[in-house]
């Protein structure tokens, strides 16, 4: 086991709206670099852990901690450091459609208060390079962006505060199957020269399998495996079965066994 601190812990983490109950009890470590890939069914709740994670949404019990800091803990100055340390792109990017597509990027540089224009520019232009696109494409605005375009530029602005852990909800929904290959390569190659712990919720096969070291399935209000996804795909799980099969199904329809 990893002996370094982690980046993420869940620790017996309950979620509950009424008398339902969504999880039950999750336990979860990731660690520094880790690539991890979430996947359930739907109304697992993939999408309410990411909120947990980012601390948009509190458990009904249990701790849920981002670098050994408990985001229950009342001090809200350690709770901003912490928010410093990650990004996010949200399902369908999350632009602010009145802003530019430069001053999206710009926004959180310009929260700190301590740069200037002139680094803000040089850092949003950076940014923009990183996700291959050029500076002309900052004067334009969201309405005007293709749907790679607007993850392209969603993810530069996840990337504005040079995250050391990027949440990704659903990265490649929306996008036909080229570009879809081609912002998971963008991803790969950004993480393996960043080096950025990534925790990624997915119902795409290809997308897990082209991204992904781990995944976390949840099913049955748990998480019930965790690992590699090779080693994940052999378990013997309903879902596990159904979910891994259509990967499976779809590789031999495309070499003409179906």
Not at 136 to 143: D, I, S, T, V
């Amino acid at each position: 086991m990893n002996s370094s601190e982690p980046v993420i812990t869940l620790e017996g983490v309950w979620t509950c709206y009424g008398d339902s109950v969504i999880h039950k009890d999750l336990h979860l470590r990731v660690d520094k670099g880790e690539v991890l890939g979430v996947v359930g069914g739907s109304g697992s709740g993939k999408t309410t852990l990411l909120r947990e994670i980012l601390g948009l949404q509190q458990p009904s019990r249990g701790k849920v901690s981002l670098f050994g800091v408990d985001l229950a803990d009342p001090d809200e100055k350690r709770q901003r450091a912490v928010r410093r340390r990650l990004g996010v792109l949200f399902q369908h990017g999350a632009l602010f459609s009145a802003l530019s597509v430069y001053d999206n990027i710009a926004f959180s540089l310009r929260e700190l208060k301590c740069l200037d224009e002139e680094w803000i520019r040089n850092l949003v232009h950076l940014k923009l390079q990183m996700v291959e696109l050029e500076p002309r494409h900052g004067r334009l605005m969201p309405a005007e962006l293709s749907g790679g375009m607007v993850k392209r530029v969603a993810l530069a602005r996840a990337l504005a505060l040079e995250p050391e852990l990027l949440l990704l909800d659903e990265p490649t929904s929306g996008l036909d199957p080229e570009r879809s290959k081609g912002f998971v390569r963008l991803i790969n190659g950004l993480q393996g020269e960043l080096g950025f712990t990534v925790v990624m919720v997915t119902h795409d096969l290809e997308t897990l399998n082209g991204l992904s070291g781990s995944v976390a399935v949840l099913a049955d209000q748990r998480i019930v495996a965790k690992g590699p996804v090779e080693e994940v795909a052999r378990l013997d799980h309903p879902y596990i079965r159904n979910f891994f099969r259509l990967d499976t199904d779809s590789a031999l329809m495309e070499e003409g066994e179906y």
